[in-house]
């Protein structure tokens, strides 16, 4: 769905204020959870969504006007498919959104922000059976990979860098740092 529960929103705030970055891209925001959350923390930040499913930016008024602020940028498309530039970013936003393709291009799509020259990546997953399929005529909310906290862990170690993680009944969450 394109929201997300509140587990582990406070541990990832706190990384965010602590980090305060400039730019920062939220791939998949739905309705723009982690922007909501982290733009009153630390002001001045440009904000990129990557949204693969158009009619979310209506629906969650993704784009910012002159009395709502939320991205400053939007792009349309799968982040599959995204410039390389678009996650050099000083943080790039995987929240809740890794489960929605295969293993394997969950893994490739964390390389590829490292290498595009992230400095920090914060994923969001469920750790528990969390089936689902399309919501609301997107066909792109169907999950299909299931992580376990074990198997976020160690593609996150094969980053190298630091990582801090939190692991909730639900949700699971890894910030990581190039070193």
């Not at 002159?66 to 995987?94: A, G, N, P, Q």
């Not at 920090?120 to 169907?142: F, R, T």
Request: proline share 4%.
């Amino acid at each position: 769905m394109p929201t997300s529960i509140e587990e582990g929103k406070d541990w990832s705030l706190a990384r965010f204020e602590r980090v305060k970055p400039d730019t920062v891209c939220d791939v998949g925001p739905g309705e723009g959870t982690y922007a909501q959350l982290f733009r009153p923390a630390h002001k001045g930040v440009w904000w990129t969504a990557i949204e693969i499913h158009r009619p979310y930016i209506a629906k969650y008024k993704l784009k910012s006007t002159k009395t709502r602020v939320m991205y400053d940028e939007i792009h349309v498309e799968d982040v599959r498919d995204s410039e390389e530039h678009l996650l050099h970013r000083d943080l790039v936003i995987f929240g809740d959104v890794l489960e929605h393709v295969e293993r394997g291009e969950a893994v490739d799509l964390l390389r590829r922000a490292e290498a595009a020259g992230a400095w920090n990546i914060l994923v969001s997953v469920p750790i528990v059976e969390s089936v689902q399929g399309e919501v609301d005529g997107n066909p792109h909310e169907a999950h299909v990979h299931q992580w376990t906290a074990d198997e976020m862990d160690a593609v996150m170690a094969n980053l190298g860098g630091n990582v801090e993680t939190f692991k909730g009944s639900t949700l699971g969450c890894w910030w990581w740092t190039r070193t």
